[in-house]
C-alpha cells in the first residue's frame, strides 16, 4: 500500500490537489451554480471519508481539507492547463510509486469527484451542461493517458 511517505513532497502536493483541480476544472466550465458545487465536491471528499480503509493512498488524501492550488489564474483556460497538468503529473508519480490498484482507484476517485460537480447544478435544465461533460471527458482523457 502506497502512502504519503512514498512520494516526495512536490508529488504528494500534486496528487492531493489533483482531484479539486478537476473539480475546478468542471466549476468554470459553466457559469452559475459554484456554491451548489462547492459543497458537492467536499461532500465528495466526506462520503470517500466513510470508505476508510480500502485504500491507505484515498484515506491520507482524504483524510486532510481538501488541497487545491492557490495560484491566482489569469483566464479560464489557464486555470485549464494548470488542472490537466496537475493530473498528468499527479498519475505519473502514482505509475512510479504506487500499485495499479492503487492508481485505478485514485483515478476513479478523481473521476466521481468531478463527476459529482458537474451534476451538482442543473444548467439550461440538464444535469450536466455540453461545458461541463467536455471538462468531464477532458478529465478522463488525461487520467487515461490520451
Known sequence: MSGRADFTPEEWQTISEAPVSAGLLVMTAQ????FRESMALAKAYNEARQQHGQSQLLDEIVSAKPARDHTRYHSPQE????ALSHLRD???????????DELSA???????VAQRVAE??????????????AALDEITATLSGS
Do not use: I
Not at 457559469?31 to 459554484?34: A, E, L
Not at 499527479?90 to 495499479?100: D, F, I
Open 79 to 82: 486555470l485549464r492547463e494548470a
Open 120 to 133: 451538482a447544478h442543473r444548467e439550461d435544465g440538464v444535469a450536466v451542461s455540453p461545458a461541463e461533460q
Open 31 to 34: 457559469r452559475g451554480g459554484v
Open 106 to 112: 485514485y483515478k476513479q476517485f478523481v473521476s466521481a
Open 90 to 100: 499527479a498519475v505519473s508519480a502514482l505509475q512510479a510509486n504506487a500499485a495499479p
